[in-house]
């Protein structure tokens, strides 16, 4: 499944979609060259990086995809940063050690990623970026070893 939103090139742009149990919000800041935005859910979960040990994928997988303007192609990586908000259920994961993740050059990426209590048993990952791509938030389990840093 996928949304596309179209927008104004050059303005500021916030959008939101729900994927499943998954919520994911983007603010697109101004001065991008962007016609559309499309936002679709992921069929499978990426994998964590086995060095990041006791995580688990606690939000179903987002893509989110920019076309320029018309006759220009998709683009990977805006000139400014774009906000990217996913709202997961915090059931069983340690939810202040949850954060976002993205793949950079078909690399897995840990985001410098704020976590909102919604007061309502779900959580909001936030965090900036200029790549437009898969993005997912992993935690470990409320058993798991406890070394992980952000």
């Known amino acids: 499944m996928f949304v596309a939103f179209s927008m104004t090139p050059g303005t500021a742009t916030a959008v939101s979609a729900v994927f499943g149990s ?5 603010e697109i ?3 991008q060259s962007l ?13 964590l ?14 893509v ?15 000139s400014s940063p774009a906000k990217i908000s996913i709202t997961f259920h915090g059931d069983g994961v340690d939810t202040q050690l949850a954060q976002m993740y993205t ?11 704020v976590i909102v209590d919604n007061g309502d048993g779900t959580f909001t990952a ?9 993005y997912f938030v992993g935690a470990p389990g409320v058993d798991a070893p406890t070394n ?3």
């Open 148 to 150: 992980h840093t952000r």
């Open 49 to 62: 990086r086995p060095s990041i040990s006791g995580q688990r994928t606690v939000s179903d997988p987002v």
């Open 126 to 134: 936030v965090a900036q970026t200029n790549a437009m791509s898969m």
């Open 29 to 31: 800041p101004t001065g």
């Open 103 to 113: 793949y950079v050059d078909d690399q897995l990426q840990p985001l410098v990623t």
């Open 64 to 78: 989110v995809m920019a076309a320029g303007e018309a006759g220009q192609s998709n683009v990977s990586w805006l």
């Open 22 to 26: 998954t919520t994911l919000g983007i």
């Open 35 to 47: 016609a559309r935005v499309v936002v679709s859910n992921s069929s499978t979960a990426p994998e």
